[in-house]
């Protein structure tokens, strides 16, 4: 019987122990946290009721351990937040055990269905929430997953009991540079690129590495989509090859080159290989940034054959997503919108410049790696005054004052912050409250959706 370790107890980690013990593995599930550690989760709960539903069916989990700290196995699978140099896995490497990422394993058992795969620094989620609505609205089953939706190893579980019938039509997959390291094979039909700005350097060093990162997984599509409007996609794209599909929200002829855009606006609608799709103001969702997240999910959809009345009718109904400049309420004529997703400086100055000033926002928390002008002096152009949180609180104090701007303050929570930001929206007469933190949330939240749950119920505890 083989056997198979699987790293981190998350849902993905235990979407992976279940997927192999179900396949006939000998599975152990190893974490590094203690009981305590894990039962002060915020889902610490759902998480100690999944350990004993997985030593019941025959999962063996090890809290409190490390890697290979009993028998080698023959394959050890890593979830997303494990580093991927960790001392312990390149020793396995070393020693020949075949180590991989959550991902990977389950495009192993989902290859021989299309995958669409997403990445990019920004723009992700929505875009893979989007191509998932449409492909939905033509009759499809495509399930999302990844960062967004299901562990892609629980449509694996699925599919795994259609006993050889195709349970999907698609799989449309979010796929972070994390889980891109840890996937050799992976391979989707059709492959998109958002965005590409400097973020999670604390793990991969350079910028060259992380691009290389993300490059290897388009290399890998056999068709590739990339926003022709990011302006260092528009010169590193070209090193992919010329069969890149390019889309820009400002003609078939932005580029003033020989390159072809094939998915572009024009006189207000959506053009996609020549064909009119759908007039641009059905999609409701704000910024041009949204615009681009459209025109690479209509690429994608008409590369899948999907037709233009069934694309129309996903972007028109289309919510959005939950924590990317996510509207909470409007309370005595100011709207408080969340963006807790925007954890580094380009996110949030997107956001920033996708809302109507003049804004309250909030900002901080664990401070990233990166350039921040182009943050601030959106800041200066589009807010009234900054409420400042976090571990990043001081730093980020120091920086606006260097750049002239020194109307803000240091909160430290998010209770404060809100509280305080209704005084001040009152007192300039701001527009927005904006929670866009430009920060990672782990010095005071366990992710950016437990940060951006906390503020919706702040403003909405507000407004009752």
Excluded at 73 to 93: F, H, M, Q
Excluded at 180 to 207: C, M
Excluded at 365 to 377: F, N, P, S
Aim: proline residues 3%; negative net charge; charged residues 20%.
């Amino acid at each position: 019987m083989p056997t198979g370790e699987i790293i981190g107890l998350g849902r993905s980690g235990i979407a992976a122990a279940r997927l192999l013990n179900q396949d006939g593995w000998q599975v152990s599930l190893v974490d590094s946290a203690t009981e305590l550690q894990i039962a002060l989760r915020s889902n610490g709960k759902q998480l100690q009721a999944s350990q004993q539903q997985l030593n019941q069916e025959g999962v063996l989990v090890k809290l409190d351990s490390s890697i290979l700290e009993a028998e080698t196995p023959n394959l050890i699978v890593v979830s997303p937040g494990v580093p991927w140099d960790l001392k312990a896995l390149e020793t396995a490497r070393q020693q020949g055990i075949q180590t991989i990422g959550e991902i990977e394993l389950a495009w192993r058992y989902l290859n021989r269905i299309p995958w669409v795969g997403i990445t990019g620094t920004n723009g992700k989620t929505t875009t893979t929430a989007l191509i998932a609505a449409i492909f939905q609205a033509a009759g499809l089953n495509a399930p999302a997953c990844g960062n967004i939706g299901n562990a892609a190893c629980e449509l694996a579980i699925k599919n795994f009991a259609a006993v050889g019938d195709r349970s999907f039509d698609w799989i449309i997959a979010e796929l972070s540079s994390y889980q891109i390291e840890s996937s050799v094979e992976l391979a989707p039909k059709i492959g998109i690129w958002t965005t590409f700005t400097p973020d999670h350097l604390n793990r991969h060093q350079t910028l060259e590495n992380y691009y290389q990162i993300k490059a290897s997984l388009l290399r890998r599509c056999r068709q590739k989509i990339i926003n022709g409007d990011d302006r260092y996609l528009q010169q590193t794209g070209l090193a992919l090859g010329t069969d890149v599909i390019w889309t820009s929200v400002k003609g078939k002829n932005s580029f003033g080159d020989d390159r072809l855009v094939e998915v572009y606006l024009e006189d207000g609608w959506v053009v996609a290989f020549g064909e009119l799709i759908a007039p641009v103001n059905l999609f409701k969702m704000p910024g041009q940034h949204n615009l681009q997240n459209l025109l690479v999910a209509v690429a994608a959809a008409k590369l899948a054959g999907i037709e233009k009345t069934a694309i129309a009718q996903a972007i028109t109904s289309f919510p959005g997503v939950e924590h990317r400049l996510e509207y909470v309420c409007t309370h005595q004529g100011i709207k408080f919108i969340n963006d807790s997703k925007a954890t580094n400086y380009d996110a949030a100055e997107v956001g920033l410049n996708s809302v109507e000033a003049p804004v309250i926002l909030i900002a901080g928390g664990q401070a990233k790696v990166g350039e921040d002008l182009a943050w601030i002096d959106t800041i200066k152009a589009q807010a009234a005054a900054v409420l400042l949180i976090g571990e990043a609180a001081p730093m980020f104090a120091q920086r606006l004052s260097d750049r002239g701007l020194d109307n803000y303050q240091i909160v430290e929570t998010m209770d404060k912050a809100v509280a305080q930001s209704l005084q001040l929206a009152q007192k300039y007469q701001a527009k927005v409250v904006l929670l866009s933190p430009a920060c990672a949330s782990f010095d005071q939240y366990l992710s950016f959706e437990a940060r951006g749950d906390h503020f919706k119920q702040l403003c909405l505890a507000i407004k009752d």
